[in-house]
Each structure stands twice: as structure tokens, then as C-alpha cells.
């Protein structure tokens, strides 16, 4: 599932460049490896940022097929995987816009089916963040599908932050010496029984946090599976 831009000749799908042209335009762009004939790659998946770039010829309805010329290319798609979209597709969009402009093509975005220039970035990034919340609905609903409250129990416990982990001991120590006074253990006690207090207590309040988050993140998954409804689907060139 990916945010696609396609930057293509003008007319649409016409003869194109040769293939070692637009790769070699390709590879001058930061970052950009490329890993076959038609495919090449930005991977810095650290960063947040990681797209795929696929180059090729499309036909017009018209044109014969013997016309097609394998050296030759008319177009270059720009594949970002959702998860990325954030802080890849801004720059999806700016790498889409150096490319045409150096070929005098055009940038095509595919889900929202308009060309794109340089006045319309801000629109065309509002697009992008539209079109994320939606994938982002829609991965949810496949975690809702898929994911027991089991298994979000087990990712909840995974998402345990230091400083909530922090939080867990210093309530249990404080609840295990307000028991040990409660019931007016001497002091010897507090040395033996505090330290099994504060561990046990501290695991059990982390369990029920996780619990608890998971409960309420399993029921808003599948409130939101069972009365959303999905967004279409649109597909890449």
C-alpha cells in the first residue's frame, strides 16, 4: 500500500527519453541506488524516509505495439509506503518535481488523479496528509481484523515507556509501605518485605496499565472496523 506519483512526458505517455537518460538523471538525485533496469531505491529507513522508483513505457490507447520501443521510457513512478509518508512523501514530491522539470514532463498524482506543479505544493502536500489518515484508518482496521486482545496486550506491554515503568515503581513502593504501616510491621520488616513489595507491585501495575490500553484499543479498533467505511482503492500506472 503506497502514495504514488507518477512524473511522465508530455503528451501523456508519448515517445520518451531513452531509458539510460532518465536513469542517469535518476541516479544524480540524493541518495537514489539503483537496484535493476527499471527499479531503483532510497532507503533510509533511520530517517524515516524510504520510497521506491520505478521507470517504464506505457502506451496510449492509439499507438500500436510495434511501435514500443524497449531503450525508450515515459515515465517514472514514485512509490512511498504509507507507514513513510510523513516525512518520505515531501520529499517524493520534491525529487518528482526535479525530474520533470529537467525532462519538460509532468508530476501526476495518482490517487487524487491531477497534475501537480510548483504553485499547487501546498495542495498537493494537504493531499499527501489527507490521503495518509486514510491509510492510517485503514491499517487499523487490518490490526483490528487481525490483532487478539491478547496480542495488543503483549505490543502494549512492548510499548512500556521508561519513565511510565519509573512511575509503576515509585507507586508501588509507596502503596507497599503504606501496607507494612497499615498493619504495624516493625522495622526489620521493611527491610525484608519492601524490596518483594515494590517488584511485585510494580509488575502488576504495569500488567493492568497494559491491560487497560489494551482493552480500550481493542473495542476502538473494532467500533471503528464495524461502522467505517473503506476508502477506495486507487490504483498505480
Not at 512511575?167 to 510491621?185: D, E, P, T
Amino acid at each position: 500500500m503506497s502514495y504514488d506519483l507518477e512524473v511522465r512526458s508530455r503528451p501523456p505517455h508519448g515517445r520518451g527519453v531513452p531509458r539510460d537518460t532518465l536513469a542517469s538523471l535518476l541516479a544524480g538525485l540524493p541518495g537514489i541506488v539503483r537496484t535493476d533496469l527499471t527499479s531503483f531505491v532510497l532507503d533510509r529507513q533511520n530517517s524515516g524516509v524510504t520510497l521506491t522508483i520505478d521507470i517504464g513505457h506505457q502506451t496510449v490507447d492509439d499507438e500500436e505495439p510495434s511501435t514500443q520501443s524497449p531503450e525508450f521510457v515515459n515515465y517514472a513512478v514514485f512509490l512511498v509506503p504509507y507507514p513513510f509518508l510523513e516525512k518520505t512523501g515531501p520529499v517524493a514530491l520534491e525529487m518528482a518535481f526535479q525530474l520533470a522539470e529537467k525532462l519538460d514532463w509532468s508530476v501526476y498524482d495518482l490517487q487524487a488523479e491531477r497534475e501537480l506543479s510548483r504553485d499547487s505544493l501546498p495542495d498537493a502536500l494537504r493531499l499527501q496528509k489527507a490521503h495518509g489518515q486514510v491509510a492510517r484508518e485503514v491499517l487499523e482496521r487490518a490490526v483490528a481484523a487481525d490483532l487478539s486482545l491478547g496480542e495488543l496486550f503483549v505490543q502494549e506491554m512492548w510499548n512500556h515507556r521508561l519513565i511510565s515503568m519509573a512511575g509503576c515503581v515509585v507507586l508501588a513502593a509507596i502503596g507497599s509501605a503504606w501496607l507494612l504501616l497499615a498493619f504495624g510491621r516493625p522495622r526489620e520488616d521493611f527491610d525484608r518485605y519492601m524490596p518483594w513489595g515494590v517488584s511485585i507491585g510494580a509488575v502488576i501495575l504495569m500488567w493492568t496499565k497494559g491491560l487497560a490500553q489494551a482493552v480500550v484499543l481493542h473495542r476502538r479498533l473494532r467500533r471503528k472496523a464495524a461502522t467505517s467505511v473503506g476508502p477506495k482503492n486507487h490504483g498505480a500506472a
